[in-house]
């Protein structure tokens, strides 16, 4: 269930916020007046989405917009007003911050509350990618690691190196990861 955090130095303009999220079927839906106050409640609870309201009673909010954005995992939507609306986007757009200029239209909030929960779907999903990828790269440097351990130690070929890594991963059915590990630590290396 998505969790949406909205910041706002305005009572009526929380009201207008929390309705129009409600509206749209979020109802995990908390608010706070400013951005010291956001700050401490992300290191608390955890959020899928921030929108801040601009101009916050401490600060505008496009640094708060950034510092949450800049850790990739929370969506942020950052209400301007229309005539600097261009300007603050050109500010926080490369942190993946989305701007949406005030006053707005109920389509204009939900296709943007849309987007950017679509496109943080989106993002989670290529990292989970590159992660295993990752992990790939490393299981292979791995494997080539121990196969130069027993090419160096017991004499034998690549392809015999490979065959004793497969067969040993087969026979005691564990990954050929787990076999190059146990090979590195018992050469001592």
């Known amino acids: 269930m998505d969790k949406i955090l909205v910041v706002c130095s305005s009572e009526k ?5 929390t309705d129009n999220l409600k509206d749209m079927g979020y109802i995990h839906v908390d608010t706070e007046n400013n951005s010291g106050a956001a700050r401490r409640r992300i290191l608390v609870d955890e959020y899928n989405m921030v929108i ?3 101009p916050l009673t401490d600060e505008f909010g496009n640094d708060l917009a950034i510092k949450i954005a800049e850790g990739g995992t ?3 939507i950052l209400m301007v007003k229309s005539e600097s609306a261009d300007m603050i986007s050109a500010k926080v757009e490369d942190y993946g911050v989305f ?3 005030k006053p707005f239209t109920k389509s204009i909030f939900y296709q943007g509350v849309k987007f950017v929960f679509t496109s943080l779907r989106r993002f989670r999903a290529l990292k989970k990618e590159q992660s295993t990828l990752k992990r790939k790269v490393e299981d292979i440097k791995r494997i080539d690691r121990a196969k130069c351990l027993l ?3 017991n004499n034998i070929t690549e392809e015999e190196a490979h065959r004793v890594i497969e067969k040993h991963a087969m026979n005691e059915r564990i ?3 787990e076999v190059a590990d146990k090979i590195i630590k018992r050469y001592g290396v």
């Not at 303009?13 to 916020?17: A, L």
């Open 13 to 17: 303009g929380k009201k207008v916020y």
């Open 52 to 54: 801040i309201d601009t």
């Open 74 to 76: 929370i969506g942020v």
């Open 99 to 101: 701007v949406i200029s």
């Open 151 to 153: 090419i160096q130690y």
């Open 175 to 177: 990954t050929r990861r």
